[in-house]
């Protein structure tokens, strides 16, 4: 009997659990239904997820990344090219040269973010990248410091290192392997030229290339009778069929004579409407590179007879004779009128270069100022500001697809590598304190614009 009963008491025992186990079943199923069960249920899912990265919004201009409310500034530096690209502690296995070439970012950490304006100048016994002896096909003689009586070259030992990038090296063939079958346009004012020679220099080694054709015919690129030279060069390597050009157009206005037949005769300066050249040959580039800035003075547009036309008329809006209004306006009306182009040539690489620093020193160009300095870096070596040092062209940038070439900020820094008083001819009571010494700070330009292509 004793038996009995314990059996009986362990049967009960069992159907008491198979009861439960039925009731907490049913309740997790209704559980699983309820509506406020898988909300709750997604706010912690919400909620486990990563947070140790910042989390930028989508930048579809070049302009400055956004960051979300909560999120550490300091993790993700803000870049002027809307450039974002994040880096990685992990090590990267062995490369090919060329590989190494197209990752112009490495890896160092994922919360920071290459900026190309931001960083410091460094001494490199590598420099400079070509010979200014040598270069004497593609650089004009002018602009040659090494064949002026200039003194010290010092300024040629030194190399741009953008905050967070780790830029490769330049290798003139893999840049013309990248570049193969495209082409390369510059149009702007003689530092747009001189950043077209440069990149002829440093894609030829600085060396004599007689391969290297001259196709500035197919452009109109020819010197017209009694000129003193064309509006520009166009050359191609013929192995890869890169076309690297420069087109002169100081103001990015549309110049029309108004009286063809008459040499002194004064010419339309279209405020609104972009150079006949860009709007002809846009469909040929794949990168383009504009720049404007020193023409825009009273003295160069009177010499030039230069008169202000806007909606295709003399203008007559006492605000826009103002100079730097005039300026402003061009520049918003080529990025308006280029970036809209953009949609219907997707290929086109688009970038606007900021204006390149003057260096005059107690005085200006036509005042006895002069830029003596022969000492790199003395008034430092890097730059740490937030934002262009030139507010017109980001501006304009701002919400369009056209890239921001931020040069002016780290050319400031070197004073010393101007023409300064030396020519060819000897040393002169006058200094160039606008234009470069080439080799120089221009390479360092191009070094900006093949990393970001």
């Given at each position: 009997m004793k038996g009995g009963n314990s059996y009986s008491f362990r049967g009960k025992h069992i159907s008491l659990a198979l009861v439960a186990l039925v009731l907490f079943t049913t309740l997790m199923w209704t559980w699983e239904r309820n509506p406020i069960a898988t909300t709750l249920r997604s706010a912690q899912e919400w909620y486990r997820l990563p947070s140790e990265f910042p989390v930028e919004t989508p930048v579809e201009s070049v302009g400055t990344p956004t960051m979300q409310k909560g999120m550490d500034k300091s993790l993700a530096p803000i870049t002027e090219n809307g450039t974002k690209l994040q880096l990685d502690t992990e090590s990267v296995p062995a490369v090919s040269p060329e590989t190494q070439y197209n990752q112009n970012v490495t890896s160092s950490s994922r919360n920071k973010v290459c900026n190309y304006a931001k960083g410091k100048w460094i001494a490199d016994r590598r420099r400079p990248l070509y010979s200014g002896f040598s270069c004497k096909q593609w650089l004009?003689?002018?602009?040659?410091?090494?064949?002026?009586?200039?003194?010290?070259?010092?300024?040629?030992?030194?190399?741009?290192?953008?905050?967070?990038?780790?830029?490769?090296?330049?290798?003139?063939?893999?840049?013309?392997?990248?570049?193969?079958?495209?082409?390369?346009?510059?149009?702007g004012d003689s530092l747009g030229r001189q950043q077209f020679q440069s990149l002829m220099c440093m894609a030829t080694g600085g060396e004599k290339s007689p391969e290297v054709e001259n196709v500035g015919w197919e452009y109109g690129l020819v010197k017209p009778r009694g000129a003193i030279r064309p509006d520009g060069w166009a050359y191609r390597f013929p192995k890869t069929n890169t076309t690297i050009l420069y087109y002169w157009s100081a103001s990015l206005c549309d110049l029309q004579p108004l009286n063809i037949t008459d040499k002194q005769t004064n010419v339309a300066m279209h405020l609104d409407r972009p150079p006949a050249f860009m709007r002809q040959f846009l469909d040929r580039f794949d990168v383009l590179v504009l720049n404007t800035g020193h023409h825009w003075n009273r003295g160069k547009l009177n010499a030039n007879r230069w008169v202000m036309y806007v909606n295709g008329k003399p203008n007559e809006d006492k605000k826009i004779v103002q100079i730097a209004n005039a300026k402003n306006l061009t520049i918003y009306s080529v990025v308006e009128w280029l970036d809209l182009q953009l949609v219907s040539h997707p290929r086109l690489k688009a970038f606007f270069r900021t204006i390149s620093p003057r260096h005059f020193f107690n005085g200006d160009w036509n005042t006895g100022g002069s830029c003596d300095n022969t000492i790199p870096?003395?008034?430092?070596?890097?730059?740490?500001?937030?934002?262009?040092?030139?507010?017109t062209i980001e501006g304009a940038l701002k919400g369009t697809k056209i890239k921001i070439l931020d040069i002016t900020a780290i050319s400031q820094l070197r004073d010393e590598a101007h023409m300064s008083r030396y020519t060819v001819r000897g040393t002169l009571n006058s200094s160039d304190c606008l234009h470069w010494c080439l080799p120089g700070i221009p390479d360092t330009w191009n070094e900006l614009l093949v990393a970001q292509i």
């Open positions: 004009s003689s002018m602009w040659s410091c090494r064949m002026t009586q200039r003194p010290d070259f010092s300024f040629e030992g030194y190399r741009w290192q953008p905050e967070n990038c780790d830029m490769q090296e330049f290798d003139r063939s893999a840049f013309l392997r990248k570049m193969q079958d495209k082409t390369i346009a510059f149009i870096l003395t008034n430092g070596s890097e730059v740490m500001q937030e934002g262009s040092s030139d507010p």
